[in-house]
């Protein structure tokens, strides 16, 4: 896309390539000799607890800049207001100004700048942090130095510059410091960080971040790991960040959350003893994919074995798919022998609150206990899926539509729980019918389906004898809480129509990753499009209402939402555990050029 060229711009570029090639002429001097061929870790010290490292920005750039989808991002109309906007006006000039003194484009620049790699550091020592680059073009490194130095001489700073050991520290901003060591540049917010790196440079007889045994080790599994398209790879220290204090709330043993505690109980009991955490971003034409991978024993399992499974590790069922689906999530929880433990997993404030709800939940299963009787029916086998409505035939409908819901578990003895659990559904509508009466909430109409051997306990909301054919109707009317039974399977369905078909289908299930899966995941961002947009009229109007927007503005926000929703085709989630390592594996799938938004 071209864009205009201001006569001040030209200005402000012109003057910012002759102050950047004069900065540059004043820090030429002859070249150090390398002191010999190193890596980056082999120069950041072994107190290092967090290293990331982009081996080929220039291949990154590359392939974000020629993907399928920019020129669907650049036909946005969105997109041409946003860079015609102030902030992206001046970042503009600021490349073009990058531009003329790099005497190449912005993305050549940027992959010769960074051909020998990338490297990012945090060190525990002291929360220094710095970064270096490898070039195989020290003039160019030279370049950027002196584009650096006249940018901020531009913005009225003075130069200030410091010297260790043979080489110039210029002052960047008040925290961070510049140092070119022959064929790298280093940026570092900490004096003395940056004194060790050149020291190391320079003596290569310290302890280095390469002879850390948890960053070998992690180096070793990343090697192990298929890097086809990895653009990124990164390690944690997790047992130095343990012994320096930092996150103690993260490696407590109890939690405060519960609701944390049944998603990610398993993985930070992992985290409290496992060494490292090691990871990597896959960047291609068909998307982006994260996988983060830590050590694993079972013996660090205790008292989270309602996560991992009691005898051996358990799997996840598979998903549950169903026409127009948004999500589908399916996990290994023994749910009953969590709550039955759960002055193990939780903090004392926790389990109050856990006691409370165990004395209400008894009462209203008439005595039986909650944790054993009720959640004790239940395999460990959890599904949960969304489905978009379908209001097409449906009146009345609600004027915010709403995606449906579903909870699928395995019954151990259908025959005695089935009954008990119909009279308690029985009595739950009941009790939101009383409460209902008293806020003017609308009733709900109890019913019975018989499909086959399947059978629903439904409940459906009574619309106002005038507003029968509304199509405007309060958000309760999105609801029509059921409870099915087939075979072994039960379901709790937040619609009638979603628990209808899952009854009718025992076979509509599929597998996302791996068969050692303790959790797995899938989104669908076309049935999300949909939903937004059909409710497109009401998202304006919030917008309006709540950040002041014209409708103009509104629309445009909405619609520029909606368009980026489309690039995507599906989120994956898989939490994968074997007797040696857990994974957590999370992609994202782009729409291809072929595929309709």
């Known amino acids: 896309m071209n864009y205009s060229i201001t006569p001040s711009f030209k200005a402000f570029a012109a003057t910012l390539t002759l102050v950047c090639q004069a900065a540059w002429l004043a820090g030429v001097h002859a070249e150090s000799p390398s002191n010999s061929d190193c890596s980056a870790a082999e120069l950041l010290p072994d107190s290092i607890a967090v290293s990331a490292e982009i081996p080929d920005v220039g291949g990154v750039l590359q392939t974000v800049l020629k993907h399928p989808l920019r020129s669907r991002l650049e036909a946005l109309p969105a997109f041409d207001a946003a860079m015609q906007s102030g902030s992206l006006g001046q970042l503009q000039m600021g490349v073009r100004a990058f531009e003329g003194s790099m005497s190449k484009p912005w993305h050549e620049a940027i992959a010769t700048l960074t051909d020998r790699g990338l490297t990012i550091a945090l060190d525990s020592a002291d929360g220094g942090v710095a970064v270096l680059m490898r070039s195989s073009d020290q003039d160019l490194l030279e370049r950027f130095r002196g584009f650096v130095l006249a940018f901020r001489q531009m913005q009225g700073a003075p130069a200030k510059q410091g010297e260790y050991r043979g080489f110039v520290a210029d002052m960047v901003s008040a925290n961070l410091k510049m140092v070119r060591i022959d064929d790298w540049m280093l940026l570092t917010n900490h004096s003395d960080l940056g004194k060790s790196i050149i020291d ?31 653009a990124v790879s990164a390690i944690v220290d997790i047992q130095t960040l343990r012994d320096a204090g930092v996150a103690k709330n993260l490696f407590n043993e109890k939690t405060d959350n519960i609701a944390a505690e049944i998603v990610l109980g398993g993985v930070l009991a992992n985290l409290r003893h496992a060494p490292f955490v090691s990871g990597q971003l896959d960047v291609s034409d068909d998307g982006l994919s994260l996988r983060l991978d830590t050590p694993h024993q079972r013996n660090w399992e205790a008292p989270r074995e309602y996560f991992f499974g009691e005898s051996e590790l358990a799997t996840a069922p598979p998903l549950l798919y169903v026409p127009n689906r948004l999500f589908a999530f399916s996990t290994h929880r023994d749910l009953s ?34 944790g054993e009787d009720i959640l004790g029916a239940f395999e460990s086998d959890v599904q949960i899926v969304g489905m978009e409505q379908d209001f097409t035939d449906v ?15 395995q019954m151990k003895n259908p025959k005695e ?6 009279r308690v559904f029985q009595s739950f509508v009941g009790f939101l019918n009383v409460t209902g009466a008293q806020n003017g909430q609308p009733q709900l109409d109890l019913g019975v389906e018989t499909v086959g051997d399947a059978q629903l306990v439904t409940a459906t909301y009574v619309p106002d004898n005038d507003k029968q054919e509304s199509r405007n109707e309060r958000i309760h009317f999105n609801f029509s809480p059921t409870l099915g039974f087939a075979g072994q399977r039960i379901i709790f369905s937040s619609s009638t129509s979603l628990a209808r078909t899952l ?20 989104f669908e961002a076309a049935t999300l499009k949909r939903i937004l947009d059909a409710n497109r009229s009401q998202l304006i109007a919030n917008s309006m209402l709540e950040k002041g927007h014209s409708k103009e503005a509104a629309v445009g926000e909405i619609s520029l939402l909606l368009e980026l929703v489309g690039l995507i085709r599906d989120v994956r989630l898989n939490l994968d555990i074997n007797d040696s390592h857990m994974t957590l594996r999370v992609g994202v799938d782009v729409q291809a050029d072929s595929e309709t938004p």
């Not at 190391?200 to 992690?218: E, F």
């Not at 009854?503 to 899938?522: A, M, P």
């Open 337 to 370: 022998q969590m709550w039955l433990r759960s002055g193990d997993l939780v903090s004392d404030r926790a389990v109050d609150q856990l006691t409370v709800a165990d004395t209400t939940l008894t009462t209203f299963f008439s005595g039986r206990d909650f």
């Open 395 to 409: 009146l009345p409908q609600p004027a915010i539509k709403l995606p449906s819901f579903a909870l699928q578990f």
């Open 503 to 522: 009854i009718s289908d025992d076979t509509s299930n599929e597998k996302v990753g791996g068969e050692q899966s303790n959790t797995r995941g899938k």
């Open 200 to 230: 190391q440079y320079l003596d290569r007889n310290g302890q280095s971040l390469a002879s850390n045994k948890n960053y070998t080790a992690a180096r070793q599994h990343l090697d192990s790991v298929d890097s086809h398209h990895r």
């Open 417 to 422: 729980t089935q009954p008990e659990l119909r």
